[in-house]
């Protein structure tokens, strides 16, 4: 291929070069068991150590308030079912939002099947979930509320720091999963009302395959994988010490960056959605305008189907993603989409493309440009388009 434009960040990034240069020694090098007695083992306990200041660092927690696990997923799952174990004796009720990630979604549906009844707030046009329906969904027995901190999809923030008020106000446990959020927006546990904390290396140019929970001292919460005595005997399995030591080199990377690399970002989202709204008709941002993730751009397209517009834009070298999962082998659009009101026809008809530091406004154009004249090619296809158009000249 000789064009690549990687607009597909959110799905994963690419690995830092500092980040496989830090990894590497201890693949073939420094490769001992941390649980391990001699020196030459025992040493990759303080590496470890090292990496858990870093993301506590950037987060105003505490080390000791860092547990390693594989990714997100393991996170959330970790959070929601752990934490349902541990205060079922309080209550079984949990409320988390409608757009939430099938890691949380999912998990949920598992704790409905196992007792637990669970409260989906809806969101807004714009993605929001409302601080007063979160106060009014709360009862006497509900233990913990979930809301993520910015939608994977839509690049919606939610208003974290008000929702996790409200759930402390009322003694309830509040996790947010920010695995699309650390790394690329300011994040402290303590003025936000944070309990738990979900986050994923690979989604901020770390490794795959390693990620983290943010746990408050003081939160009980059991072990989610049972065995050895490992993070302080809440997970157990051999540490993956290249893993962590990557994230922990990326989360430091994320923090040093951050301010002038999400400037960069904002400007050229912001660019492109201009240039989208005012040259091509019949679209629809996704998403709210300004509380949204910095490289997320979100739109809906009338009279094309995503996963066309998908192909054709490969075909261009240009990486994107659909806001219909027909590409994962359903024929549903998303349910994010869905939440926020947008028919099926519409919402089938949505592409999400997310930025990096190394996009620059030549790639925005070339991009832009080609998205026009692929909407153009497939609304000339269409036959809703064609009595569209034809109804509007009448």
């Not at 201890?26 to 200041?53: L, W």
């Not at 305008?289 to 998908?310: I, K, Y």
């Not at 998205?371 to 497939?378: A, F, H, M, P, R």
Request: with cysteine; aromatic share 8%; hydrophobic share 40%.
């Amino acid at each position: 291929m000789e064009k690549l434009i990687y607009l597909d960040n959110a799905a994963t990034t690419k690995t830092a070069p500092e980040v496989v240069e830090a990894m590497l020694p201890y693949f073939t090098e420094h490769y001992g068991n941390p649980s391990s007695i001699y020196q030459f083992a025992a040493a990759n306990k303080e590496v470890i150590d090292k990496s858990r200041e870093k993301i506590a660092g950037m987060l105003g927690a505490k080390r000791e308030e860092i547990y390693f696990t594989a990714g997100g997923s393991e996170s959330d799952n970790w959070a929601l079912i752990a934490a349902a174990e541990a205060y079922a004796g309080k209550g079984k009720h949990i409320i988390t939002s409608k757009i939430e990630h099938h890691a949380i979604l999912h998990t949920c549906e598992y704790l409905e099947k196992k007792g637990y009844e669970v409260t989906y707030l809806d969101v807004d046009e714009e993605g929001m979930v409302s601080p007063e329906q979160l106060r009014a969904s709360i009862r006497e027995d509900t233990i913990l509320i979930s809301v993520m901190f910015a939608n994977n999809e839509i690049g919606t923030i939610q208003p974290i720091g008000e929702l996790g008020e409200i759930a402390h106000e009322h003694g309830i446990l509040f996790h947010t999963d920010a695995v699309q959020a650390f790394g690329h927006v300011p994040i402290d546990v303590d003025s936000l009302h944070i309990d738990m904390l979900s986050a994923s290396g690979h989604k901020f140019n770390g490794p795959k395959g390693i990620g983290f929970l943010y746990i408050r001292k003081g939160v009980k919460i059991r072990s989610f994988i049972h065995g050895g005595a490992q993070e302080r005997k809440r997970r157990a399995g051999t540490e993956n010490v290249p893993g962590i030591v990557g994230i922990g080199v990326a989360a430091e990377r994320a923090a040093r960056t951050m301010e002038e690399r999400t400037r960069k970002e904002k400007e050229l989202r912001d660019y492109m959605i201009s240039r989208i709204e005012s040259e091509i008709p019949y679209c629809r941002l996704n998403g709210d305008r300004t509380r949204r993730l910095p490289n997320n751009v979100n739109f809906s397209f009338r009279f094309v189907e995503g996963e066309s517009l998908l192909i054709m834009l490969d075909m261009k070298g240009i990486c994107a993603s659909s806001g219909s999962a027909c590409t994962s082998g359903s024929l549903d659009p998303s349910h994010v989409l869905l939440a926020i009101g947008l028919p099926h026809e519409i919402a089938h008809g949505s592409l999400r493309m997310t930025l990096s530091e190394e996009i620059s406004r030549e790639d925005a154009d070339y991009v832009v440009d080609a998205l026009k004249e692929i909407v153009g090619t497939l609304r000339n296809m269409s036959p809703l388009y064609e009595d569209f158009m034809k109804k509007k000249q009448a």
